[in-house]
T-cell receptor
Framework: DQQVKQNSPSLSVQEGRISILNCDYT??????FLWYKKYPAEGPTFLIS?????DKNEDGRFTVFLNKSAKHLSLHIVPSQPGDSAVYFC???????????FGTGTLLAVQP | KAGVTQTPRYLIKTRGQQVTLSCSPI?????VSWYQQTPGQGLQFLFE???????NKGNFPGRFSGRQFSNSRSEMNVSTLELGDSALYLC????????????FGPGTRLTVL
């Protein structure tokens, strides 16, 4: 049972344009959502998070949007840079725990 | 501020052996979680510790165990290794037992031959 889904395995974007990565979830008990960037054979790097009481959180070039009614969140990267090329994971947690349920990841390639 | 450290970074074992992996969280962080990453199953939760107590456990066999010490450092142990245990084992550190930020270490790459 995949509670967190990233339906796009890959995404290619031109440098300077917007990258939009999407994530859907099924468990309405999730109350925190996090995005991570990951390179092969390294640990995930925390990017940004959002609480379920908000619908938007912004940090520099990264903005996360949460649509609770649709059980959907997205990560916007503007402007995209070649160094952003990596696998991006969304993750969710719910209740009094730090346990994260991860999506399957989206490989972002930013073309110069 | 130093990040999360994991030792060793690489490990090669044979089937039937056991292994212990170590994680030192960020200074001041009291929660440590462990994850397994494999190509087939993605990132899967193993266990979570806070103040030396296991708060949550993932769906893994009893061969996988862990503990946390009073200085928040954590170890995980896998006994009777199987080929399928080959994976990247990741440790995540956070301040409390419900944190909106969790920071991962570089991982330990375990290969079982």
């Amino acid at each position: 049972d995949q509670q967190v889904k990233q339906n796009s395995p890959s995404l290619s974007v031109q440098e300077g344009r917007i990258s939009i990565l999407n994530c859907d979830y099924t468990n309405s008990m999730f109350d925190y959502f996090l995005w991570y960037k990951k390179y092969p054979a390294e640990g995930p790097t925390f990017l940004i998070s959002i609480s379920s009481i908000k619908d938007k959180n912004e940090d520099g070039r990264f903005t996360v949007f949460l649509n609770k009614s649709a059980k959907h969140l997205s990560l916007h990267i503007v402007p995209s840079q070649p160094g952003d090329s990596a696998v991006y994971f969304c993750a969710a947690s719910g209740g009094a725990t730090n346990k994260l349920i991860f999506g399957t990841g989206t490989l972002l390639a930013v073309q110069p | 501020k130093a990040g999360v450290t994991q030792t060793p970074r690489y490990l090669i074992k044979t089937r039937g052996q056991q292994v212990t992996l170590s994680c030192s969280p960020i200074s001041g962080h009291r929660s440590v979680s462990w994850y397994q990453q494999t190509p087939g199953q993605g990132l899967q939760f193993l266990f979570e510790y806070f103040s030396e107590t296991q708060r949550n456990k993932g769906n893994f066999p009893g061969r996988f165990s862990g503990r946390q010490f009073s200085n928040s450092r954590s170890e995980m142990n896998v006994s009777t290794l199987e080929l399928g245990d080959s994976a990247l084992y990741l440790c995540a550190s956070s301040l409390g037992y419900k944190s909106n930020e969790q920071f991962f270490g570089p991982g330990t790459r375990l290969t079982v031959l």
